[in-house]
């Protein structure tokens, strides 16, 4: 049950879906998912670190920043179905068709530029 609590108290956030959905695109640069988001850095970390004790996404730290995805394969089936589902379900809302836009031309901005602006706003 506690694997379960921590998937649902994962999800109970407009703003942690809204990371998951942009992972779905593969790795990205935690100073991009702040500039997607536009949230404090130290709000998105807390949000990213809820996500990854559900085992919704894995982390691997890259000199001074954390890089997120998505499992490849996920530990548990629950968790995998879990992934499954709402990236399904959420296909087409407006707010996640909007935050992959946005997402697209934030890629395309420099990543050691876009980490220099997030230490600035620490």
Same mark, same amino acid.
């Given at each position: 049950? %506690?694997?379960?609590?921590? $998937?649902?108290?994962a999800l109970s956030d407009a703003t942690r879906v809204r990371l998951l959905c942009a992972l779905r695109g593969g790795e990205l640069c935690v100073c991009q998912l702040i500039e997607l988001v536009r949230l404090a850095p130290s709000t998105v970390s807390k949000h990213l670190s809820v996500l990854y004790q559900a085992g919704l996404v894995e982390s691997r730290k890259r000199g001074r920043w954390v890089h997120y995805s998505i499992p490849v394969e996920p530990t548990d089936h629950f968790c995998a179905a879990v992934l499954e589902s709402t990236f399904k379900e959420l296909e087409g809302d407006p707010v996640i068709v909007g935050d992959e836009e946005r997402l697209e031309? $934030? %890629?395309? $901005?420099?990543?050691?530029?876009?980490?220099q602006r997030t230490d600035e706003k620490d």
């Open positions: 049950m %506690k694997e379960y609590l921590a $998937i649902t108290k031309k $934030i %890629k395309n $901005i420099d990543v050691e530029e876009l980490c």
